[in-house]
């Protein structure tokens, strides 16, 4: 490391925890010996910046455990990579062609979907709904493991902000009206899975 007989390897650190992440990335690619180093922050430097930084912009944030993980600085560079892939693969929808009919229908019902809430599933809630009826899906990853079909006009929203929501499961929608908005579809796990989620991000 260049210079570093004139310093203590505890003020390297003092130093470096002063640094931003592209700076550190720099400092990284100086050598193995600063590699190393900027490594040995991973609970320091690295953990500050994780948490300081602002809500990621995709499903898998905020993480339910609470267990801290093998590596903040892998952690960070996974979540950045993730979230980068998110926002670059969204599809941008001001509103669907149907929004109109269905604001129009004052007669609809919205059933609330989600952990405490009037139901647990999206498929229980489509039992019991109507044409033109709402679905309020709350927070979280609902994997309900079956092939899902829209066969009259409904409305699917996902509550709270963009990447609250996130269903997984394969989904046909039979009815051209119906009308899924602010989540995200993953694929499901049977035959019909694909590999690249749909995200579909709207303005109600």
């Not at 990579?81 to 062609?97: A, D, F, H």
């Not at 006009?153 to 602010?182: C, F, H, K, T, Y």
Request: glycine content about 6%.
């Amino acid at each position: 490391m260049p210079e570093r007989e004139n310093l203590p390897l505890e003020l390297w650190r003092v130093v470096l925890s002063y640094l931003s992440v592209v700076d550190l990335c720099r400092c990284s690619q100086v050598c193995l010996e600063w590699r190393e180093l900027v490594r040995s922050l991973d609970s320091t430097r690295w953990r500050e910046l994780f948490l300081g930084t602002k809500k990621w912009r995709h499903p898998n944030w905020p993480t339910s455990t609470k267990k801290d993980p093998s590596s903040w600085k892998e952690t960070y560079k996974i979540h950045h990579l993730t979230s980068k892939q998110w926002i670059n693969r969204s599809i941008e929808v001001r509103c669907s062609p149907f929004f109109g009919t269905f604001r129009r229908r004052q007669e609809r019902r919205v059933f609330h979907v989600g952990k405490g809430k009037e139901y647990v599933t999206i498929r229980s809630a489509i039992a019991v709904a109507s044409p033109y009826d709402r679905i309020l899906v709350h927070s979280g990853v609902y994997d309900e493991q079956h092939f899902f079909v829209l066969k009259f006009p409904i409305e699917i929203i996902g509550a709270g902000e963009l990447g609250d929501v996130m269903i997984q499961m394969a989904i046909e929608q039979q009815s051209s009206s119906g009308r899924i908005a602010n989540v995200v579809v993953q694929p499901g796990t049977g035959l019909l899975a694909q590999n690249s989620p749909v995200i579909i991000k709207v303005s109600v």
